[in-house]
């Protein structure tokens, strides 16, 4: 018999009425907040807690409380490889684990009561009740840990949500799994830097009827930007997940204490997110009168600012409260205290510095450092760079690898976005300014600067603090694989704070150049064995961080390390053109069978190991590179070609039938083969364009041709960071993204609300291989050609 709220018993379950903000012990943070907007008549959508005091009931009954603190004991936290596999194994444990049937029932119990709860059951005929109970209602399931949202230590999205369950089965399953939870890698590594003991640490789990929204959004009680003392709303049609999940650009709406609307910016909001009869989310692609309507009345505006400032008042604290609208009517889904200013500085975002402006250039990797200037014009000038100072240089190469990452920030006189020094910054994570032209004439030895490598300013004295673009972990489910550019073992903690798992380029440069020594000096040292220890150490401690590395072998151009022990004397005319990539390792079998020895090391330490072949001009580099695998069985590796000549693309149906296993388009020196364009020569910096249609054309036909071939296709170029690159990709249907980490959210981000686009109109994206027709394939171009218009007009030189 199902009772009502006042009658269900005291165990596992509490309803909101029942509890306050007081009760996070019992119902974790989340919980007891919304426990508290219940009572102070704030509408919520209706439901119950499961008890905190239930999990330790559970893990109790199965016996798994010292099974957890075992693998807990065992875990080194900063091992990220570790720490996922330990924490895995605790949630395989709580998931496995049978609920005591006496808690199960009274969790059922309440779900029933929740599915009548819209009936008035004091007026309602006995049979319209039994209809009610017997149509199971769908409901959210969120975790709420103890732990949660408290002012000083943010919690928020580390344990998991479960959206439109329905049914006993299904319920007590996802309540199981937020349990589980609990023990997430993130969530876990939270509390030992927060200090918060594991064994402390409990959670209860939310159970609330969905709203299936017709509008919803986020409302920030004071400007989370802290500009104003403004309220600051965010809302778009239908459900919440729009905005969180970065697909619709919401309207925005301020609004002052007195609740004037001092501010609306109207978005274009082509999708919309809900609910279809079966419980799942679907996106609908809106009309273009619908698109462009408000969302939120003049009331609702006004109503929710009054709820914001409500809870503001109640609370003595700004709040970050998440709503939605169902029928006209308003809920409040859920309050946090903001914790934290505004980090994600981007580039449109920041704000300018004021200070007098002494040197300009480019803007190669983001962020602020403020130091002491120290000038490289020849390599022995790198030993005098300490901690925290400015390196200046004419350009950055392999050789000062090292040195770079004590920096504070880099500044180069030559040099665009795709030069050594804005490469390796951005991996880095270094504020960096290229192309300055006059940076080691102008700047003087000794003084102090700051950088801002937002806008490529340089400015006299200190005017700000140094900063770092935060690494923001990737949340976006696509379909198109992103994975993250890796070259030191130095980067690859960094790196993994995105918590993608496949690194999509490691070139060996730099772990060679790490060691100071040439390849050819292990050679003629007859120390061979000793230059496979040093790429395998270096593989390998960024192999504990991923799951699989597509790793590069050796490019390496005689102007770039020529500073090297044993580096070749002879100077080249043209060493872009000169003997580097695939062609010096055929020449030294010896150095290439080294390398290929230490990945294959690698793949036994349970890394899967991808190999990327440069400069490839020929179909017999590949077969060579084949008999070297024969000889030191690692034929069962995978085996990739870096696509980043214009040979390459020629033969790449060749290629293909050689079986090899996927490509990855080098874009940085595939368009400055095609176009004839250096892109180190900043006076020819502005020819250099990835989005040219003869480079565009190349992209289309490869992807097209290994797509025939079931060949995997990737990028690992900077292009593979700039937007209107990613969507063409993606539109192309190419297999995988490389970025660096600190733009991988970013374009996470990006890349879903393209294919969220791309099946609004087409109902799947390109993933398959279909057959071109000439006709088709000249249609195809012109439409590149268009695009490419469309680019430049809006992006004048």
């Known amino acids: 018999m199902v009772k009502k709220e006042d009658e269900i018993s005291e165990g596992f379950v509490k309803w909101f009425s029942e509890l306050n903000k007081d009760s996070g012990a019992v119902a974790?943070?989340?919980?007891?907040?919304?426990?508290?907007?219940?009572n102070l008549k704030i509408p919520v959508p209706p439901g119950f807690v499961v008890t905190a005091q239930a999990y330790d009931y559970f893990i109790k009954k199965a016996k798994l409380d010292d099974k957890i603190k075992n693998i807990l004991s065992k875990i080194d936290y900063e091992d990220t490889k570790q720490l996922d596999e330990s924490t895995k194994q605790i949630r395989e444990l709580i998931v496995n684990s049978e609920f005591p049937e006496e808690m199960k029932k009274e969790i059922i119990e309440a779900y029933e009561t929740l599915s009548v709860t819209d009936y008035d059951i004091e007026e309602s005929g006995a049979l319209e009740i039994l209809e009610a109970i017997s149509e199971s209602v769908f409901v959210a399931i969120r975790s709420s840990a103890t732990t949660e949202d408290l002012a000083e230590a943010s919690f928020a999205g580390q344990q998991d949500t479960y959206l439109n369950i329905k049914g006993n089965e299904d319920l007590i399953e996802k309540v199981k799994k937020c349990f589980a939870s609990l023990f997430t890698s993130r969530a876990t590594y939270y509390r030992i830097k927060k200090g918060f003991k594991h064994e402390q640490a409990s959670l209860a789990v939310v159970v609330q009827k969905m709203i299936n929204s017709d509008k919803s959004g986020v409302i920030f009680s004071k400007d989370p930007n802290y500009k104003n003392e403004n309220v600051v709303m965010e809302a778009v049609f239908g459900l919440g997940e729009g905005i969180v999940s970065g697909r619709i650009t919401p309207d925005k709406y301020e609004v002052s204490k007195e609740l004037e609307i001092i501010d609306k910016k109207i978005s274009e909001k082509k999708i919309v997110m809900t609910r279809n009869s079966s419980g799942e989310n679907v996106i609908i692609k809106l009309k273009e009168e619908k698109s462009k309507e408000q969302v939120l009345t003049t009331y609702e505006i006004k109503m929710l600012a009054e709820y914001a400032l409500k809870l503001e008042e109640h609370y003595n604290k700004p709040q970050d409260i998440e709503f939605a609208i169902e029928d006209s009517?308003?809920?409040i889904v859920q309050t946090r205290p903001i914790t934290t200013l505004e980090k994600r500085v981007r580039k449109e975002e920041h704000e300018e510095l004021k200070g007098e402006i002494i040197l300009t250039g480019l803007a190669a990797s983001p962020g602020i450092a403020v130091g002491e200037i120290k000038i490289?014009?020849?390599?022995?000038?790198?030993?005098?760079?300490?901690?925290?100072?400015?390196?200046?240089?004419?350009?950055t190469n392999p050789d000062m690898v090292v040195t770079m990452q004590k920096s504070a920030g880099i500044i180069t006189d030559e040099g665009g976005?795709?030069?050594?020094?804005?490469?390796?910054?951005?991996?880095?994570?270094?504020?960096?300014?290229v192309g300055t032209r006059e940076a080691t004439a102008k700047l003087k030895e000794g003084d102090i600067i700051t950088m801002d490598a937002?806008?490529?300013?340089?400015?006299?004295?200190?005017?700000s603090e140094t900063k770092q673009k935060e690494i923001l972990p990737v949340t976006a489910q696509t379909r198109t694989k992103i994975k993250v550019l890796v070259d030191l073992p130095t980067f690859a903690q960094r790196a993994a704070k995105t918590g993608i798992k496949t690194v999509g380029l490691t070139r060996m440069e730099g772990i060679i150049a790490e060691s100071g020594k040439h390849p050819n000096y292990f050679l003629q040292k007859n120390k061979i064995k000793d230059y496979e220890e040093i790429i395998f150490k270096g593989v390998n401690e960024i192999g504990k961080y991923f799951e699989e590395i597509w790793v590069r072998t050796s490019d390496i151009r005689s102007d770039e390390f020529k500073n090297l022990d044993g580096a070749p004397k002879e100077i080249e005319a043209n060493p872009m053109l000169g003997m580097h990539g695939i062609r010096?390792?055929?020449?030294?079998?010896?150095i290439l069978k080294a390398e290929l020895k230490a990945l294959q090391r690698v793949s036994q330490q349970k890394v899967k190991i991808g190999l990327l072949l440069p400069q490839v001009i020929s179909v017999g580099e590949v077969k060579q590179v084949k008999q070297v695998l024969r000889e030191i069985n690692f034929s069962d590796t995978k085996l990739g070609v870096m696509v980043e000549t214009?040979?390459?693309?020629?033969?790449?149906?060749?290629?293909c039938e050689e079986k090899i296993n996927f490509i990855s388009f080098g874009t940085n020196d595939l368009t400055q083969y095609i176009l004839a364009i250096d892109r180190g020569n900043e006076q020819v910096q502005h020819l250099y364009d990835e989005m040219h249609p003869a480079v565009l054309r190349q992209l289309d036909y490869v992807i097209r041709v290994c797509k025939k071939h079931k060949v995997e296709t990737s990028i690992c170029g900077q292009a593979g960071s700039k937007k209107e690159m990613v969507k063409f990709l993606v539109e192309k249907g190419i297999d995988s993204i490389s970025v660096n980490a600190d733009a991988a959210k970013e374009i996470s981000d990006y890349v879903k609300k393209i294919e969220d686009e791309t099946l609004g109109k087409k109902g799947e994206l390109p993933r398959k291989y279909q057959p071109t027709t000439g006709e088709q394939l000249e249609k195809d171009l012109k439409e590149i050609e268009r695009e490419k218009q469309e680019y430049l007009r809006g992006h004048p030189e």
Do not use: W
């Open 454 to 463: 937002y806008s490529g300013k340089v400015y006299k004295g200190k005017i």
């Open 329 to 331: 009517k308003i809920f």
């Open 417 to 433: 976005l795709t030069a050594h020094a804005a490469i390796v910054s951005r991996e880095m994570g270094i504020p960096c300014i």
């Open 646 to 655: 214009p040979a390459s693309v020629q033969i790449i149906n060749d290629l």
């Open 584 to 590: 010096f390792s055929v020449k030294n079998p010896e």
């Open 28 to 38: 974790g943070g989340k919980g007891a907040n919304l426990a508290e907007i219940f």
């Open 376 to 395: 490289v014009r020849e390599i022995k000038d790198l030993q005098k760079i300490k901690g925290g100072d400015i390196l200046v240089t004419e350009m």
